[in-house]
């Protein structure tokens, strides 16, 4: 578009329009990639592993078994990712609908997507900006780009010199007052938000802390099943038994290995846990997340909007020589300043009357606090603040009409307006000033103290420049305020004020106040750092704000703690230069932008090695992006929280990115795996103990699931090495695996946490694993042998009630599966017919079987807790009682309704209680192990026997 059409200001024409949208394409983000529907599925399902199976009796049961575990499996991870999504996309509301464009001449809304390059078009305050647009004239005009650059003061932006840096504006931003005309000069992905979407989609995800866990997990496990398959294949060929039967082996001791139930078990896991979290507004997009943020060892934070409550807020005054503390709570409804004072009554109707933010019509019964205002953020937080205290301020604008007004501007420095008083006898007119504190005080000659103006001399200007130095140290926005009634005789009511020539005073004025500003911290923050300190988890601030107020910030909510001090805080305190502090003396640093720019890797790697309090001000995205790489390199797993588009490239990089779900750009949330629905920071505290307790969940879910893996191995090395007959087949330890095992696994996923679970520094990603020695170590040679060794009795029990000693059955395999033998002697010269064997055979697999389920339910029980008493946690928990129900259910109709699909025989009903002196035992056991490791902490037998 040429110069001619943006000075004649008629716009392109449609045709144009047209021709370039062809040529450019849509105004829109291009959005990232989505793995169609046809393929989601088989992904889901592609955690599954079929085991081939060559059981002479039930080929095809093992098969469908498998298979349909997998399928239902992956049909649940396929539903709650897909749920996930649908509620991600309802967040697109962010960028506006429509656009006021002048086209042939004419004003027209278009949507969005349909701007081009060269539209010219209007914007007002409250808009969203639609387009990267250059200003062709503007009108009191200021932007909040606080979703790019994360300062929350918006900014005056002028069309006088369309090449600086001032001019343009910026898709996605928001105009909060005045009106402006602009030419679009980028759409789509040319614009700076799509710059910044593009830097996010180019940094790769790596494999979450869990899909490592798991992945290590599945290696070990397969690694020893087909180890010790294949030894005890060769075994069995080498002692002449069938290359048929030593397959059979093979795979019996794949089977008994491998806890076919893992995927099921740690699907649902994550699930329920997602869904506890949704309830406590956090929006899981990625089930794994769940757990890397239970593993988040450096929180990096952008603080407007989630640290802080992202509006500014009154948080002090200096009247009267003294300095009151504002509510800055979310209400407001706890101002505790003297409000009898005279210079008080001043102040206030200042600060009502010099305001041009205004109150949206229709909102009569919203809470004040939730009011929506047109206007720039701090004349909106005095607008409420005035609102609050004093009751209805547009009424009492009424009553005093404005009648003159010089708006604010970066020259001045200050806003001025003339009005007219609603004291009927008194006529003057009243001139209210507000702006930069020394600009408003080289203004005024006098001052009001308790109500009474008195000369400003060096005393009172001292006074105030302590003030304003005091509260510009605390990082907040310091504005002056001051007045003056105009005499009636020289400014009688038919006065006619020119502000262009301004023929009224703007010196000699009466200074009444100071008031402070600044964007309060969430209510709930200091708290939720606190519990990440205690759980050894390291806050660091990452904000583009200014050094002053992000320091401010931090030192309010407890990322710097009180007693902390800088090199800088040091120096001031004793008076000597910033280089000659030692920085081993200091435990906090605030890096600006520019110090970062200047650091090697090195530096930034000793930088975050030698201070636990960090605060990184003034940063671009490109740093945020260095900030979370160096934290990476520290081994850490890193949790970054955001809601601006600036932030979208390092939540993408970290280990975890959280977005908020109110406040937070369509750009932060694609790029997120954790949504914060309720924007509440301390919500992160609580997704850390859920993280935490996934991660011991899942611990006590395998330890749980190894330990019956020796009691269904070792009746395949007793079957090989003693010969007796098989105590139990093939068939019937997926049934324990996939049928009993099950649901008691997944009820552990709802056992509660364990008293010290936030006081455990995070876990090391390489060092702490999910499955260590001493878990493998407890569950498969202490449990599992006691395991094991019970089912043995259990089917000793049962043979030899039916006539077969123990020691008859030694090296008694061979003669026992022969189909000819129909005469075989029992230890008491009874003659026993094939088709007999196989029925006490098959009896002999429930005994078996039941003897590893009774003790089972010991182990689940005992599995609840690592170091706590089961006492202390609790032991009537409901879906611990629910697991074992369902093994007791499963087991009776196992046995009872499906022996000829189970392999399994019914057996008398003492059978039953024979393997529960050594449930017992194992519960006792556990106990005792743990009140050692209680007892002491740190010791030989703490570090080898807790896992």
């Excluded at 301390?682 to 996934?694: D, P």
Aim: glycine share 6%; with cysteine; aromatic share 8%.
């Amino acid at each position: 578009m040429g110069r001619k059409e943006a000075d004649s200001g008629d716009g392109l024409s449609s045709t144009q329009a047209a021709e370039l949208l062809a040529r450019n394409g849509p105004n829109a983000l291009t959005p990232p990639k989505e793995t169609p529907e046809i393929v989601k599925f088989p992904q889901a399902d592609g955690g599954g592993v079929f085991h081939p199976s060559v059981d002479r009796s039930h080929p095809v049961y093992l098969g469908c078994v498998l298979a349909l575990v997998v399928i239902l499996t992956g049909i649940f991870a396929y539903y709650q990712e897909a749920k996930s999504t649908n509620i991600m996309a309802s967040f697109s509301k962010m960028i506006p609908q429509q656009a006021l464009v002048i086209r042939d001449s004419e004003k027209k809304t278009v949507p969005a997507e349909q701007l081009v390059v060269g539209d010219i078009v209007e914007i007002k305050g409250g808009d969203k900006i639609p387009a990267d647009i250059r200003l062709l004239s503007t009108q009191g005009c200021k932007v909040d780009n606080s979703s790019l650059t994360g300062n929350l003061t918006p900014s005056l932006r002028t069309h006088d010199n369309p090449l600086e840096a001032e001019n343009p504006w910026n898709k996605m931003s928001t105009s909060p007052v005045g009106t402006a005309t602009g030419m679009v000069i980028n759409t789509g992905d040319r614009t700076i938000i799509g710059q910044i979407a593009s830097l996010a989609s180019g940094v790769g995800h790596e494999k979450t802390p869990i899909a490592i866990e798991i992945e290590h997990f599945v290696h070990i496990v397969a690694g020893v099943a087909v180890s010790i398959g294949i030894l005890f294949f060769i075994i069995a060929v080498s002692m002449k038994y069938y290359v048929l039967d030593s397959i059979i082996f093979l795979i019996g001791i794949i089977v008994a290995n491998v806890p076919e139930g893992l995927l099921a078990t740690v699907t649902v896991t994550l699930s329920l846990t997602a869904k506890r979290m949704a309830k406590k507004n956090c929006l899981v997009k990625n089930l794994e997340a769940v757990e890397t943020l239970g593993s988040t060892s450096i929180i990096c934070s952008d603080k407007t909007g989630t640290l802080t409550q992202n509006r500014m807020t009154v948080a002090h005054l200096w009247f009267d020589n003294q300095i009151f503390v504002a509510d800055t709570s979310e209400d407001h409804s706890n101002q505790v300043f003297d409000q009898s004072s005279g210079t008080w009554a001043s102040l206030s109707k200042i600060i009502t009357l010099c305001n041009r933010a205004e109150f949206r019509p229709g909102q009569e019964s919203v809470p004040i606090m939730k009011k929506v205002v047109v206007g720039d953020a701090s004349e909106t937080a005095l607008l409420k603040f005035s609102e609050v205290i004093l009751g209805d301020v547009m009424e009492i604008r009424k009553r005093n009409r404005k009648v003159a007004e010089i708006p604010f501007n970066s020259t001045n420095k200050f806003q001025l307006s003339i009005h007219e008083t609603d004291d009927p006898s008194d006529k003057r007119f009243l001139m209210v000033m507000k702006g930069a504190p020394e600009r408003v005080l080289e203004k005024c000659s006098t001052i009001m103290v308790n109500g009474q103006e008195q000369p400003l001399d060096d005393s009172t200007a001292e006074a105030f420049h302590t003030a304003y130095m005091e509260l510009g140290g605390l990082g907040e926005r310091v504005l002056g305020f001051c007045h003056l009634y105009l005499p009636a005789d020289k400014f009688p009511e038919t006065y006619s004020f020119d502000v262009d020539t301004v023929n009224f005073p703007t010196s000699n004025l009466c200074f009444v106040g100071l008031l402070s500003m600044i964007d309060p911290p969430r209510s709930t923050v200091p708290d939720a750092v606190t519990k990440c300190r205690s759980a050894g988890i390291k806050v660091i601030m990452v904000t583009g704000d200014h050094p002053i107020t992000a320091k401010a910030i931090a030192k309010s909510v407890g990322i710097i703690s009180a007693n902390s001090e800088t090199v800088e805080d040091i120096a001031k305190r004793l008076n000597i230069p910033v280089e000659q502090v030692s920085k081993r003396d200091a435990k906090a640093a605030v890096v600006t932008g520019m110090e970062l720019k200047d650091m090697s890797p090195e530096q930034l790697d000793e930088l975050l090695t030698d201070y636990s309090e960090i605060v990184f001000a003034r940063t671009s995205p490109q740093q945020k992006l260095i900030i979370v790489e160096g934290c990476q390199r520290q081994d850490a797993v890193v949790a970054v929280t955001g809601d601006g588009v600036n932030d979208s490239p390092a939540l993408k990089k970290a280990d975890i990115g959280i977005a908020m779900g109110i406040a937070g750009s369509d750009a932060a949330k694609n790029a997120a795996d954790m949504v914060l629905l309720d924007d509440n920071f301390a919500s992160i505290v609580t997704g850390v103990e859920e993280g935490r307790l996934i991660f011991d969940n899942l611990k006590k879910t395998i330890a749980y699931t190894l330990t019956k893996n020796i009691a269904e191995l070792c009746p395949f090395l007793i079957y090989i090495i003693a010969g007796l007959p098989l105590p139990i087949g093939t068939i019937t330890i997926l049934f324990i695996d996939l049928g009993t095992d099950i649901i008691p696994s997944i009820a552990l996923a709802y056992e509660k946490a364990e008293s010290d679970i936030m006081n455990r520094k995070p876990r090391h990603k390489k060092k702490d694993r999910l499955v260590n020695a001493p878990l493998a170590i407890y569950s498969y040679l202490h449990i599992g042998l006691m395991q094991a060794l019970g089912a043995f009795v259990v089917y000793f029990t049962v043979y030899a009630q039916e006539g077969f000693r123990p020691s008859a059955l030694i090296n008694l395999r061979v003669e026992w599966e022969k189909d000819s033998v129909n005469d075989l002697e029992d230890s008491y010269g009874q003659e026993w017919t094939q088709y007999q064997r196989k029925y006490l055979e098959w009896t002999g697999y429930t005994a078996f079987f039941v003897g590893i389920m009774i003790q089972q339910i010991a182990d689940l029980i005992i599995r609840k807790t690592r170091r706590n008493s089961i006492f202390q946690q609790g032991l009537f928990r409901y879906f611990i009682w629910v697991g074992i129900a369902s093994q007791i259910i499963i087991a009776l109709i196992l046995s009872y309704g499906l022996g000829s699909v189970s392999a399994l025989n019914f057996t008398m009903p003492q059978y039953w209680f024979v393997a529960v002196p050594h449930a017992i035992l194992i519960w006792v056991y556990d106990e005792v192990r743990k009140l050692f490791i209680r007892l002491y902490p740190g010791s030989w037998w703490d570090k080898n026997m807790y896992y």
